[in-house]
């Protein structure tokens, strides 16, 4: 299959990369700057110069495509305009383009944030209303009814909190758990779904290849419901050690939130550290069921927390990056 990913050189895009070239496909990404995509391209991957602004490279980069793969995307932005203009308006100009130039379907890697928060004890399935809690989910959400009012086939994946090799997020924990104390928000009794990068790669390759997908929304994660208060633990074990979790009530958080959002905003620069935050990390669970994607698919996920740490520490050890 010929495939298309934007994102490719990000932390999804590149594990998706990794799940495409290894069935075989002919993979092609779009990148801003070649020179960082070098690595690509010495493992086959065809670089298409442009971006989500530029829909003549778009209508280029996805003539010929069987899949396009819409991996790009911002999770941290100086207002909701901003997320808006790249989650919103890119991934309409993409379905645009893609469609002009004939490509075959296209999937979109979306957020659990876009659905919204979970009721404590439950999972979403797909087919719940989205209620959005943050910017960030309304955009991702915003994206989600760009490509659904398309004229392509597609499906959508919400994957939840991602980690892995690469991932520079969780990294944040993982160096935490090595000092031996770390914070949670709240009681630590906030519900999670979890998914490795790399499982989560193989889980978009497949739904590229499925005709049930199409038209339909997936979760894609591994089964097991952790506690934000298990998931620090769980990252201390596979690091070897023990560590202290010191809780944070809201008022606190809201407070260093506010602290953050406010000097990164005379910075002149956009984090993902703001009040609006505060929504999603106080928020009751946030999980969800794979169960459709497996059916659907085939593909289920590999590592459970256990073992996704425990690789996920291995690789940032030879990185150099703890």
Request: charged share 20%.
């Amino acid at each position: 299959m010929n495939a298309l990913v934007t994102g490719g050189t990000g932390f999804v895009g590149g594990h998706l990369i990794q799940a495409l070239l290894a069935r075989g496909d002919t993979v092609t990404t779009l990148v801003r700057s070649p020179a960082k995509a070098a690595g690509l391209a010495e493992r086959g991957v065809r670089l298409a110069g442009g971006s989500l602004e530029d829909p003549a490279a778009l209508r280029a980069a996805a003539r010929g495509q069987d899949v396009v793969y819409h991996a790009a995307g911002v999770v941290a932005a100086r207002s909701e305009a901003g997320f808006l203009a790249a989650n919103r308006d890119g991934t309409a100009r993409l379905v645009a383009a893609a469609a002009e130039a004939a490509a075959g379907r296209i999937v979109l890697v979306s957020s659990l944030a876009a659905a919204g928060p979970a009721p404590r004890g439950g999972r979403l399935h797909g087919d719940e209303t989205p209620r959005p809690v943050t910017a960030y989910g309304r955009s991702k959400l915003a994206g989600e009814a760009a490509v659904r009012a398309g004229p392509l086939p597609w499906t959508i994946v919400r994957p939840p909190p991602v980690y892995g090799p690469r991932d520079t997020e969780m990294l944040r924990i993982f160096r935490a758990a090595r000092l031996g104390v770390a914070p949670v928000f709240g009681d630590g009794a906030q519900e999670l779904s979890l998914i490795y990068g790399p499982d989560l790669g193989e889980a978009l390759a497949a739904v590229g290849r499925s005709e049930p997908a199409i038209g339909r929304i997936f979760y894609p994660c591994h089964a097991e419901i952790l506690t934000s208060a298990s998931l620090v633990r769980g990252i201390a074990s596979a690091l070897g050690g023990r560590i202290r979790l010191v809780a944070l009530p809201r008022w606190i958080a809201a407070f260093g939130l506010g602290i953050a959002g406010a000097a990164a905003r005379l910075a002149g620069r956009a984090t993902i550290l703001t009040p609006d935050k505060a929504n999603e990390l106080f928020a009751p669970a946030w999980t969800c069921d794979p169960a459709p994607l497996e059916v659907a698919t085939g593909w289920r996920a590999a590592h459970d927390l256990a073992a996704g740490a425990r690789a996920t520490a291995a690789w940032y050890r030879d990185a150099g990056w703890l």
